[in-house]
RNA sequence: GCCGAUGUGGCGAAAUGGCAGACGCAACGGACUUAAAAUCCGUUCUCGCUAACGCGAGGUAUGGGUUCGAAUCCCAUCAUCGGCACCA
């Protein structure tokens, strides 16, 4: 390709126009404050998902989403709203880390390395981001934030009452570390030995690591946490209030697992001597459930085993059982623990409780099905109307009492029925429906003292701490085996030069070796985790508003113009990949919430309309990776057919959420495109110099060509404000055909093309609108700063239109009449047509159906 | 297993209640050329009828339904992809 001709300059243009864009900041954003800020444009903040730059650069997947938000952004600036683009680093994490010990070196400059070559490859694309607001969250100056945040989370508590985060100090109980939202537990955590390190629940995918695919365990230690659970309530119901794709938030939704039931309360029975002690200091085993209205089909109970009244209930008979069945549970990992269509286990403690609806006594169980961390970590056994319960109870013959009707079906055919039906077998409630059902016994229950409605979450609290050693540390120090923050004057808290960094594998931090470093003082030493990656991302498009600002994360002024508007959400438009629905998505709303309701922020949610764009396969249709073979490196692709026809060939292949392969014929049509467009404003002369075309005149589009310029004024802007790049892209070829043979081409129709085409094709548009403005004067100025153009409706309205004649709904004739026709003209007209006659011969005619400007259905048989 | 998305030519797709296949790729034919590339013009859902302009029938995963009219709305089934997966 290098030796053949390009069909036009494009590896001329296009690093000619890059460099002007950076020497002259087209694009940089004026925050309020600066002298450039024009207080009367509104403000449209455009962001995408920052990578993580990895060893291997860009693949043609990273600028899909940034090419759509490029689009818009270019767009919405000749729109003459003032643009929030910018572009940043999520720098540190593990796989910086992975990568570095892979290849020996300091993951800092891995990682300043990594970074440079992300951005000369961005750069090449195009791209308008503000590059003045470029951020990296291993930077000292951007980490401080970070750690100052975490120190707004460490001092504040959730006040249930108010629903929000308040500052620790309004606390009144007594134990102000027991609320903290950034709170020292010792949890069983997912430790994963060949990273060295614990996870989050979200890293861990069927017992192994996300990252490498290692196996990981279950093992108890001291971490930080953080207390999003008493977000849970509102991560869920805010929403509400966003423009994000419904599956999306019906994800974050389920994640969060909100169930709503009611806690009961059951009475340890008399049982063996050991523990009679314990019920008669009146123990009892709180149970939640979301079917309060079965508690009369309670025939046994099950707690999990690791919960604590198990050592206080066993009976001696039943110790060695219990213990030998808890041993077996800890070994097992998550896998097998998860592991499906498997066998339900458990041991009998010996112990008994009393139903408190039925006051029967009924056994208490363990089994692994129980889970400690969800709910009260016990249950009661219904194996009428739960499935887990019915298989544990018709493995080890317990009981089972029908206690709702299906619809339908006998008691005895409504075992295993777990919808709602009719209450039977429940004097309390006897022919009430589930509902119904629900609501009085929880009453009942609530009357006598004995149970409550209560809700639970499937969301845990987030597991902060890492055992790594590049990530931020923590603003915080240990005194006497209590922890302290630092104060905010004493960040950044930076991480000590370490020679060796790799983690030890004993769960040691790698911060721990660093000696001098840990001392803080006489008697205090530093915390030697450090935070996961998500914490940078969790805030980073806030600093985007006010990257340079030392005196606070984000100037109050700054915030409020580009996080606040009319809506729910800061960010106007955020595009990025679907694998970030959950975690990202759900840890950065948690932070914005809590620090909007300490007062930092303008608004309670980060992001308002959300998009996802769908994956790009390799040309095999298959996911591309390096074991295949089907990576496409965008480098290669501009090498051969430019960045405009890199960037075209992304937003032509299909709808940008759909998830397509890629084609490199398909690149070369795009690429055909816009050679059109240059050829219809250029021609190459004797010399073979690209000349502007003669063609070229000062001259009024006829009505044919006025009708597809303003056509394609209207759909290119449509299908901009909705996202459909591909069918503006197959618009502006459809205008671009019309003109290919004209013999004479209105400059005027080709500079609303340029201006049209510019957000998609922003090199080959501005070179081609600096030759016009050469010869034709009037303006001087780049096409990027032009105005876009609106369509004048008027010139679309045809003065005549074709009417589909349709008998029984077939196509059998067309009909081409005035405008606005009447009824009763389109019909005799219709009726009039010799096809029409003919085919309704020997037919009466029913009904005649009219569409004005559309069709004439004639029924008939 | 549960939840969600998707299913249209040889391929990427368009049309979201009113002409199915815009636009692009590929293929085929033509013009230009000594030739090729590039470029420009044309054809291309399937089947049948016609010497031909054309005409007819069928067609949007499958089966049913609603409607004057369905790729589009509803029900069921199948397939592919994604998420969750003992959450009481």
């Not at 001092?155 to 009144?172: L, M």
């Not at 006010?546 to 959400?569: L, T």
């Not at 629905?581 to 308002?608: M, N, T």
Request: glycine residues 8%; negative net charge.
């Amino acid at each position: 390709m290098s030796e053949r001709r390009k069909p036009y300059p494009f590896d001329f243009f296009e690093p000619k126009w890059q460099r002007i864009w950076d020497e002259r900041r087209v694009f940089h954003a004026p925050n309020p404050g600066e002298s450039s800020f024009d207080p009367s444009k509104q403000k449209f903040y455009v962001l995408d998902m920052f990578p993580y730059p990895s060893g291997a650069g860009l693949h043609v997947g990273h600028p899909e989403g940034y090419t759509a938000t490029d689009i818009v952004a270019r767009y919405k600036r000749m729109r003459g709203f003032n643009v929030l683009h910018p572009m940043g680093w999520d720098a540190f994490g593990l796989p910086a880390e992975q990568y570095a010990i892979k290849t020996g070196q300091h993951p800092a400059i891995t990682t300043r390395e990594n970074v440079a070559k992300f951005k000369s490859q961005l750069q090449r694309i195009g791209f308008s981001y503000d590059w003045q607001r470029e951020i990296n969250t291993s930077d000292p100056d951007f980490y401080r934030w970070t750690q100052w945040i975490f120190l707004q989370i460490y001092n504040s508590w959730f006040n249930s009452e108010t629903q929000r985060a308040e500052p620790i100090r309004t606390y009144r109980g007594a134990d102000p570390d027991s609320v903290r939202l950034a709170y020292v537990a010792d949890v069983p955590v997912n430790w994963c030995p060949e990273l060295g390190t614990v996870l989050a629940n979200e890293e861990v995918i069927d017992g192994k690591s996300e990252v490498g695919g290692f196996p990981v365990v279950r093992r108890p230690m001291r971490q930080w946490m953080l207390r999003i659970t008493a977000y849970a309530e509102r991560l869920i119901d805010e929403l509400e209030g966003l423009d994000w794709p419904e599956g999306i938030k019906l994800l974050q939704r389920n994640w969060i697992g909100r169930s709503d039931g009611a806690e009961i309360d059951f009475p340890i029975a008399g049982m063996a001597d050991s523990v009679a002690a314990a019920s008669d200091r009146g123990y009892k085993i709180r149970v939640f459930t979301t079917r309060p209205d079965t508690l009369y089909g309670a025939t046994y109970m099950v707690l999990a085993p690791e919960h604590s009244l198990v050592e206080l209930i066993v009976s001696e008979e039943q110790w060695p059982a219990v213990r030998d069945y808890r041993e077996r549970t800890a070994r097992k990992s998550d896998l097998e623990r998860t592991e499906l269509a498997k066998e339900k286990t458990g041991a009998f403690t010996g112990a008994f409780t009393i139903n408190p609806a039925s006051s029967e006594k009924i056994p208490i169980w363990i089994a692994d099905y129980v889970l400690l961390g969800y709910g009260t970590g016990a249950i009661m056994g219904v194996p009428g109307h739960d499935e887990r319960d019915l298989e544990f109870a018709r493995k080890f013959q317990l009981p089972i009492i029908p206690v709702v009707q299906a619809p339908g079906k006998t008691p005895a055919e409504s075992i295993g029925f777990v919808g709602d039906g009719m209450a039977i077998n429940s004097p309390i409630i006897d022919g009430l429906s589930s509902v119904e059902g629900k609501t009085k016994i929880t009453r009942w229950l609530e009357e006598r003292g004995v149970g409550k409605g209560a809700v639970n979450y499937k969301l845990r609290d987030w597991l902060f701490s890492r055992q790594r050693y590049w990530g931020e540390p923590f603003p915080v120090i240990w005194e006497k085996g209590a922890h302290r923050a630092l104060d905010e004057n004493e960040l950044p808290v930076v991480p000590p030069a370490l020679e060796d960094y790799k983690p030890s594998g004993t769960g040691d931090p790698p911060l721990a070796k660093a000696k001098e470093w840990i001392r803080y003082s006489d008697k205090a030493t530093r915390e030697t985790n450090t935070m996961p990656q998500w914490a940078g991302s969790c805030w980073y498009y806030l600093r985007f508003c006010d990257p340079k600002n030392d005196r606070r994360f984000v100037g109050e002024e700054a915030e409020r113009y580009w996080m606040g508007g009319a809506k729910a959400g800061g960010v106007d438009l955020y595009i990025g990949g679907t694998e970030h629905a959950v975690l990202h998505l759900l840890y950065a709303r948690f932070w914005h919430k809590v620090l909007f309701d300490l007062g930092y922020l303008s608004k309670p949610e980060p992001f308002q309309r959300l998009v996802n764009q769908g994956l790009i396969l390799g040309e095999d249709s298959q996911k591309m990776s390096k074991s295949r073979g089907n990576v496409v490196n965008p480098d290669t692709v501009i090498d051969q057919h430019g960045a405009d026809a890199f960037r075209c060939y992304e937003m032509f292949m299909g709808p940008l959420e759909q998830m397509k392969p890629w084609s490199m014929r398909g690149v070369e049509g795009v690429a055909r495109f816009l050679a059109r467009v240059w050829r219809l404003i250029m021609e190459e002369n004797q010399a073979g110099e690209w000349e502007l075309s003669p063609r070229l005149r000062e001259i009024a589009p006829d009505k044919a060509q006025q009708k597809i310029v303003h056509g394609t004024i209207k759909k290119v802007s449509e299908d901009i404000e909705s996202l459909s790049f591909n069918t503006a892209i197959s618009q502006m070829m459809v205008f671009v055909n019309a003109f290919t043979n004209a013999p004479a081409i209105p400059v005027s129709a080709m500079r609303t093309l340029l201006v049209l085409l510019n957000p998609f094709a922003p090199h080959l548009t501005s070179e081609l609108w600096e030759k016009i403005s050469g010869r034709f004067g009037d303006t001087r100025s780049d096409v990027a700063e032009q105005e876009w153009p609106g369509h004048d409706e008027a010139v679309l309205v045809e003065d005549e239109v074709d009417i589909i004649v349709q008998i029984n709904g077939k196509l059998r004739d067309k009909l081409r009449v005035a405008i606005d026709a009447n009824e009763e003209e389109l019909k005799s007209a219709a009726l009039d047509l010799p096809k029409i006659q003919q085919h309704l011969a020997g037919k009466e005619v029913r009904k005649i159906v009219i569409v004005p400007n559309k069709i004439v259905n004639i029924v008939a048989n």
